[in-house]
């Protein structure tokens, strides 16, 4: 099983960037997928998370800003982050776990990828 994420970059406060996270090696439709992001001297947090029936979830700080989605026919999700503020700075790891049910914590997700750098600058 792979993940592997891309969209990440430097935009200015206000910006939008577009995160995309590939999977394979995996029977995506029935995977729960979510995004985390850990920031320096942070611990890893959640930020969304997508059922395979396209069922979302997100952290209250990125609520109405942050938009996760899935194309089970390319096995992909993505997140749409729109509206970034400095605070938003992190990287941004995808993550998989077996079943329909997702989970707001790290260490019941059974794949990650290496992640993204996002820099949002003031």
């Known amino acids: 099983v792979q993940l592997v994420e891309s969209g990440g970059g430097l935009v200015q406060a206000g910006g939008s960037l577009r995160l995309s996270c590939a999977a394979s090696?995996?029977?995506?439709?029935?995977?729960?997928m979510a995004w985390f992001r850990q920031a320096p001297g942070n611990q890893r947090e959640l930020v969304a998370t997508?059922?395979?029936?396209?069922?979302?979830n997100y952290t209250d700080s990125v609520k109405g800003r942050f938009t996760i989605s899935r194309d089970n026919a390319k096995n992909t999700v993505y997140l749409q982050m729109n509206s970034l503020k400095p605070e938003d700075t992190a990287i941004y790891y995808c993550?998989?776990?077996?079943?329909?049910?997702?989970?707001?914590?790290?260490?019941?997700?059974?794949?990650w990828g290496r992640g993204t750098q996002v820099t949002v600058s003031s």
């Open positions: 997508i059922t395979g029936l396209g069922n979302t």
């Open positions: 090696g995996i029977f995506f439709r029935f995977i729960a």
């Open positions: 993550a998989a776990r077996h079943g329909y049910y997702c989970s707001d914590y790290s260490y019941l997700y059974d794949y």
